[in-house]
């Protein structure tokens, strides 16, 4: 994590729903059984009818038929271990993602039966996005392409794997979103001003590699897994049109592991609050601090936003301000304006200031403050 001080920021993340109490077996399982049947799904091609209304159920239904016609699971699965583990409602109309489990009496992936096989049971995760009543993604243990029965990254160039991203920004808006083809447009905005924009519309195809990045991308995704605050790294596919936003069409897209940070600041933004980021770092040093931290304007009041290693740390920190904001551990501090001090998560927030809506907007977002006047 970044250990500097960040202006205001939020990034939304994507959180799967824990199901607990499923059992081992389809039949067993709450969430299993009672589903409609592969034989009630249309032509038997992982569709049902009227798509644009697919229910949470009938999408589980399509992801579960799916897993027990994979090449896999029908070589060697055990029909008793299949269950759903988790499910989550995507950004599309009618998209849902997936998680079930099951175990097969031997290791490896698709059809074995010509090879020579370890006779163990092996456990196994699969991901499923459905889609306007279509499996659109499915993976096994991260490593297995069941759509296209091949390795993840298989056709994909090592090296292009580990090259910076062109931008890197938070996607703000979408724009000629296609659910037929899973394609359409974000609207990613920077942190402040590159060589170009700060701002930028970014076409994103219905063949457009999006992954799920964790370090190194980890799993492929579809379209309906982007949303609203998500942080983003794109690479471009072509020149850029100078236009504002700029626009450009994306070759790769990876959605980054979101912060407090972003939270904050896509929760400000949310919010109505106009967020500006000085062209440079306004770097804030203070001694009372173990790290740096930056300014920047919201609704035109400096606010002071520090960020550490940890949610720990920052709640170290936090417990060396006196509740009136002086002193702060060993230091005496004169303020100018009145203190206002806020913990969330592994940030630190400053406000110094009157300002009533601004205040009430940061305890909005942020809690009540932890010390100040």
């Known amino acids: 994590m970044r250990k500097h001080v960040l202006s205001i920021g939020i990034a939304m993340v994507l959180g799967l729903l824990s199901l607990a109490g499923c059992g081992p077996a389809a039949d067993d399982n709450p ?6 049947t592969v034989d009630q799904i249309q032509d038997g091609k992982n569709e049902i009818p009227n798509s644009e209304t697919m229910t949470k159920e009938e999408g589980q239904a399509i992801a579960l038929e799916f897993v027990k016609n994979s090449p896999t699971f029908k070589f060697d699965g055990m029909e008793e271990t299949l269950a759903l583990v988790d499910s989550v409602e995507v950004s599309m109309p009618g998209a849902w993602t ?34 306007q009543g279509k499996v659109v993604y499915a993976s096994m243990d991260n490593k297995w392409d069941m759509l296209h029965q091949e390795e993840l990254f298989a056709n994909v160039d090592p090296n ?14 979408f724009s000629e979103v296609n659910s037929d083809t899973a394609s359409g447009r974000i609207l990613v905005e920077l942190e402040r001003f590159d060589n170009t924009s700060d701002k930028y519309w970014v076409t994103v195809d219905a063949d457009t590699p999006i992954f799920q990045e964790q370090g190194l991308p980890t799993d492929e995704v579809s379209f309906g897994s982007l949303t609203k605050g998500q942080t983003v790294g794109v690479w471009f596919d072509g020149p850029v049109a100078e236009s504002y936003p ?94 206002h001090f806020y913990q969330s998560g592994d940030l630190i927030v400053i406000y110094l200031g009157f300002n009533q809506d601004t205040l009430n ?13």
Do not use: C
Request: glycine share 6%.
């Open 31 to 36: 969430d299993v059984a009672g589903l409609p």
């Open 160 to 173: 292009s794997l580990v090259e910076e991203p062109d931008i890197t920004g938070l996607i703000t808006d």
């Open 246 to 339: 700029a626009q450009v069409k994306a070759k790769r897209v990876h959605i980054l592991i979101s912060s407090d940070y972003d939270s904050f600041v896509t929760k400000l933004r949310d919010s109505g609050a106009n967020v500006e980021h000085p062209t440079l770092p306004e770097v804030v040093v203070q001694d009372f601090f173990s790290v740096t931290g930056q300014v920047f304007k919201v609704n035109g009041e400096d606010v002071q936003v520090y960020e550490y290693d940890s949610q720990l740390e920052a709640e170290a920190e936090a417990a060396t301000v006196s509740p009136s904001g002086s002193p702060i551990g060993t230091h005496m501090v004169s303020w100018m304006l009145p203190p």
């Open 361 to 373: 907007l940061l305890e909005d977002i942020l809690g009540p403050q932890f010390a100040g006047q």
């Open 98 to 131: 997936y998680e079930l489990s099951f175990e097969s009496r031997h290791a490896g992936y698709g059809d074995r039966a010509d090879q020579m096989l370890a006779q163990v049971i092996t456990p196994h995760t699969v991901s499923v996005s459905v889609e």
